[in-house]
């Protein structure tokens, strides 16, 4: 009979909790500081995608930001350090998260952790990408085409880069969707029938999400992300259909998790 992953005493699992966020926290915190330095540059690129719709300096021509405060340059800079240090530390971040639960994996289990580790840096890094290629220029055209017509804009430095930041870390939690749904699916923890008959509410429940994720109240975001998220969607119900018929056969499609632990069971007994 198959061993199951050992147990961990409740005080050593708080004391491997501690152990790996304090390595989350140094790395970004080491990692911030060595960035900083370049966060002039880092902004630049940040606003690339927008520079269009930012005032132009007289003297100069070039698009302008504006900080109103004598600690604003700082506390901007040091945000969009931050903000660069939780992407290159984004390896470490999920590693170390799920390297928390490891020992509650069976040792087949624990096989798929690296490639999972791949796919959620992978899925975020595309997500942000995506973000920054496709969806910063259409958000902000369309938030700032509402106020033309009775005010004039005022490009507050803070308040854009927090607006693109928070857009990037949006569009990348929610690429990493498709991967979940792809384990629910071959664990069957939700079983991909389920997934394929009930496809209104997921669209409903993702249509929602994306309303809720996105911080601007722009429909230009939520409909943009919707579109993308649906679209991995369903290719990540792809992906796991040919898994599922590759590993279990067509009949696995309608397993529910009691199903698949009686499988198991029959495979381990022959």
């Known amino acids: 009979m198959p061993v199951g992953p050992a ?10 909790l501690r152990r790996r966020l304090t390595i989350i926290v140094v790395s970004i915190v080491v990692t911030s500081v060595v960035i900083y330095a370049a966060s002039p540059t880092l902004i630049q690129i940040l606003i690339d995608p927008i520079r269009e719709f930012l005032p132009k300096d007289p003297a100069t021509g070039e698009a302008t ?41 069976t040792p087949k289990e624990q096989h798929w952790v690296v490639p999972t580790v791949g796919a959620l840096v992978f899925l975020f890094a595309f ?36 607006l693109i930041i928070l857009l990037e870390l949006g569009f990348g939690g929610a690429f990493e969707l498709p991967l979940f749904v792809f384990y629910l699916s071959i664990l069957h923890v939700v079983p991909y029938k389920t997934f394929r008959e009930n496809w209104r509410y997921v669209y ?6 994306s ?32 898994v599922l018929i590759a590993r279990d ?22």
């Open 7 to 16: 147990r961990m005493p409740l005080l050593d699992h708080l004391s491997e």
């Open 65 to 105: 930001l504006y900080v109103t405060t004598a600690l604003g340059g700082f506390t901007l800079r040091f945000a969009v350090s931050v903000f660069f240090a939780v992407i290159v530390c984004s390896p470490i971040i999920i590693f170390e998260i799920l390297g928390f639960f490891l020992p509650a994996l």
């Open 127 to 162: 997500g942000m990408v995506f973000c920054y290629l496709f969806i910063l220029n259409a958000t902000f055209g369309w938030m700032l085409a509402q106020i033309s017509d009775f005010a004039t804009i005022f490009s507050e430095a803070q308040d854009y880069i927090n």
């Open 204 to 209: 409903v429940g993702l249509l929602i999400a």
């Open 211 to 242: 309303a809720m994720v996105t911080p601007d109240a722009s429909p230009v975001t939520m409909f943009l992300m919707f579109a993308a998220v649906i679209v991995l969607y369903e290719i990540s119900l792809a992906l796991a259909r040919r």
């Open 249 to 270: 056969g067509k009949a696995s499609l309608k397993w529910t998790r009691e199903q698949y632990r009686e499988h198991k069971l029959e495979q381990d007994d022959d």
